[in-house]
């Protein structure tokens, strides 16, 4: 492929929504473990991607092998705004989620709901940590992308470990809405339902009149005197591990 063919490229699969670039290599590595359809996958000449494969991710070889095509590290230097420093960048098709069916899901793991976040690397770090916790999903509302590259990248590509959507708003649904809001009854155990959906607002605002209008509990999280909130991905995992411990 011409050089500044595929520069044109990965510059407009950005905003193509259909379409995931795939900064760095923990972000590829696991969209290979999770089943991404590769695209365009290359690798700058002066890097060392052979080492990092071997040393992190050896299941993923092949897959890279296949793909991998690699350019001089001036191209390379044009694909993203800031270049990888791990010397590998990609691009995925981006899987098809039905929201409906995420919330219609009978298993007992809890959906994540992020309600209008501004910063996208506290939404990837959320996923990051919805997909550690083996949550059944994570859905945003608001005009942040959580496909968006930043995302991705806070992320580790874990966008394709499970499923993950943007929605205009929450649909009713048979799953008991918990939101998290300082002023909710203090986590303990058996207080959060299965087949949940845990509700958190946005980093200044918090959560909407309108969603807590709708929920079937209120939870807060216990901290010190003085403290007055915690980070959004912080949050998301206390709650995710409380539930996942039974507490």
């Given at each position: 492929m011409n050089h500044q063919v595929?520069?044109?490229?990965?510059?407009?699969?950005?905003g193509?929504?259909?379409?995931?670039?795939?900064?760095?290599?923990?972000p590829l590595k696991h969209a290979i473990r999770f089943g991404a359809e590769l695209m365009?996958?290359?690798?700058?000449?002066?890097?060392?991607?052979?080492?990092?494969?071997?040393?992190?991710?050896?299941?993923?070889?092949?897959?890279?092998?296949?793909?991998?095509?690699?350019i001089p590290a001036d191209v390379f230097?044009?694909?993203?705004?800031?270049?990888?420093?791990?010397g590998v960048i990609a691009i995925a098709k981006r899987p098809k989620v039905s929201p409906v069916q995420m919330?219609?899901?009978?298993?007992?793991?809890?959906?994540v709901l992020l309600e209008n976040p501004r910063?996208?690397?506290?939404?990837?770090?959320?996923?990051?940590?919805?997909?550690?916790?083996?949550?059944?999903?994570?859905?945003?509302?608001?005009?942040?992308?959580p496909w968006n590259p930043a995302a991705v990248i806070a992320?580790?590509?874990?966008?394709?470990?499970?499923?993950?959507?943007?929605?205009?708003?929450l649909p009713a649904c048979h799953r008991p809405l918990v939101v998290i809001d300082p002023g909710g009854e203090p986590l303990r155990q058996g207080l959060l339902p299965s087949n949940a959906i845990f509700a958190f607002g946005a980093e200044r605002e918090g959560l909407s009149r309108e969603l807590m209008a709708r929920a079937a509990h209120c939870v807060?999280?216990?901290?010190?005197?003085?403290?007055?909130?915690?980070?959004?991905?912080?949050?998301v995992s206390a709650v995710l591990y409380a539930w996942r411990l039974g507490l």
């Open positions: 595929r520069i044109d490229r990965f510059r407009s699969a950005r193509d929504h259909t379409l995931v670039v795939l900064e760095g290599f923990h365009d996958v290359v690798a700058a000449e002066d890097g060392d991607l052979k080492k990092l494969v071997a040393e992190y991710a050896p299941d993923t070889a092949a897959k890279v092998d296949e793909h991998v095509r690699v230097a044009k694909l993203a705004p800031v270049t990888p420093p791990t919330l219609d899901d009978q298993d007992p793991a809890p959906v910063n996208l690397l506290n939404i990837g770090a959320a996923i990051r940590v919805s997909a550690a916790a083996g949550a059944a999903g994570v859905l945003t509302t608001g005009p942040q992308d992320a580790t590509g874990l966008q394709y470990a499970i499923p993950v959507a943007r929605i205009d708003s807060s999280i216990p901290m010190s005197p003085g403290v007055s909130s915690l980070n959004l991905a912080t949050a």
